[in-house]
């Protein structure tokens, strides 16, 4: 068992930044990737960015440049820096855990792959 916390959320103006933290507990051991992902109000959660074991990391084309996901292994957290923050980027953030790779090129974009959850964090921000 995993448990994840996020924390980090907040208000923020356009063109403002937010660090997002993801802190795992239980058997944090030989965790295979963290990935965050978002919802927005009457959207469905979207994929962001994962973070694999092996230090590689994917984005969400939406986020790529504008933010940057990392994993602190030593304390067992994960993060999101999200720079030029955009009004669309208004939404509840959840990271997630896997232990295993799925199939295909793109089981990591999608929400099935994961069976640990944070409860969210809610990142608004004001144009």
């Known amino acids: 068992q995993v448990q994840l916390v996020e924390s980090g959320g907040g208000m923020v103006q356009a063109g403002g930044s937010l660090r997002l933290s993801c802190a795992a507990s239980?058997?944090?051991?030989?965790?295979?990737?963290m990935t965050w992902f978002r919802q927005a109000p009457g959207k469905e959660r979207e994929f962001v960015a994962i973070?694999?074991?092996?230090?590689?990391?994917s984005y969400a084309d939406s986020v790529k440049g504008r933010f940057t996901i990392s994993r602190d292994n030593a304390k067992d957290t994960g993060y999101l820096q999200m720079n030029s923050l955009k009004p669309d980027d208004t939404a509840v953030y959840y990271c997630a855990a896997t232990f295993v790779s799925g199939y295909g090129s793109t089981w990591y974009r999608e929400m099935s792959s994961y069976i640990y959850w944070g409860q969210g964090t809610q990142v608004t921000v004001s144009s």
């Open positions: 973070s694999w074991s092996g230090g590689s990391t």
């Open positions: 239980g058997r944090t051991f030989n965790i295979y990737a």
